[in-house]
Nanobody, 125 residues
Framework: VQLQASGGGLVQAGGSLGLSCAASRSIFRVDTMGWYRQAPGKERELVATINSGGSAKYADSVKGRFAISRDNDKKTVYLQMNSLKPEDTAVYYC????????????????????WGQGTLVTVSS
């Protein structure tokens, strides 16, 4: 089960950056998709999630600055990050919950979670 994240990079404080994460073709159903982040020396934390119906939740620290969206047909989730702050610096991981995918034998398999590989976002002051 694979999630492929892209985007990220270096940006100055106050700037914007976008992330995207696409589920592999083997995934044929996914409920909630979202983003988590992990800053150096800190635990991984929730950033935002969005379910298949489009209902979104955000961490208090990013409300009003970040926007999560998804394309169900493309099985892709996006994170638009605006007004970035140095404290947003972290490795961002995409996540999918309640995933159904085909294994190598083309049998349907259920997985509670799937994770992307992480992409680094660095915000300079």
């Amino acid at each position: 089960v694979q999630l492929q994240a892209s985007g990220g990079g270096l940006v100055q404080a106050g700037g914007s950056l976008g992330l995207s994460c696409a589920a592999s073709r083997s995934i044929f159903r996914v409920d909630t998709m979202g983003w988590y982040r992990q800053a150096p020396g800190k635990e991984r934390e929730l950033v935002a999630t969005i379910n298949s119906g489009g209902s979104a939740k955000y961490a208090d620290s990013v409300k009003g600055r970040f926007a999560i969206s998804r394309d169900n047909d493309k099985k892709t989730v996006y994170l638009q990050m605006n007004s970035l702050k140095p404290e947003d610096t972290a490795v961002y991981y995409c996540n999918a919950e309640d995933v159904m995918f085909y294994n190598d034998d083309y049998a349907p398999v259920a997985a509670r979670y799937a994770w992307g590989q992480g992409t680094l976002v660095t915000v300079s002051s």
